[in-house]
């Protein structure tokens, strides 16, 4: 059974980045056909996908996003991790980190896109 955890502040300043780590285990995030993603959920909306890293380290980001997400790995730790620069309030949300096994995650406003979830970190943007 494959198991994240999202580690990371909690609270962060406007204009600042934002950095979030998954830990994973029960699997290896270099196993082939799994995607790795971050998704959040701001107060009172629904999921929004920010992007993946694939097990060969290939990544894709959200447009909507613009070039603000960055996503890496770690393969000796078995994480993977979220940078969002520029961050404003309105990135204020529950961040999660995800997998989907075969193919990419498309329906990104569906929780059963994912086959295996974290728990989510709550991550607030105020001065």
């Known amino acids: 059974q494959v198991q994240l955890q999202e580690s990371g502040p909690g609270l962060v300043n406007p204009s600042q980045t934002l950095s979030l780590t998954c830990t994973v285990s029960?699997?290896?995030?270099?196993?082939?056909?799994?995607?790795w993603s971050w998704v959040r959920q701001p107060p009172g909306k629904g999921l929004e996908w920010i992007g993946y890293i694939t097990s060969s380290g290939t990544t894709k980001t959200a447009s909507s996003l613009k070039n603000r997400p960055s996503i890496s790995r770690d393969t000796s730790k078995n994480q993977f991790t979220l940078q969002l620069s520029s961050v404003t309030p309105e990135d204020t949300a529950v961040y999660y980190c995800?997998?989907?096994?075969?193919?990419?995650?498309?329906?990104?406003?569906?929780?059963?896109?994912?086959?295996?979830w974290g728990q989510g970190t709550q991550v607030t943007v105020s001065s």
């Open positions: 995800a997998a989907r096994r075969g193919r990419p995650p498309i329906f990104h406003n569906r929780r059963s896109e994912q086959n295996f």
């Open positions: 029960g699997e290896s995030i270099t196993t082939n056909s799994y995607y």
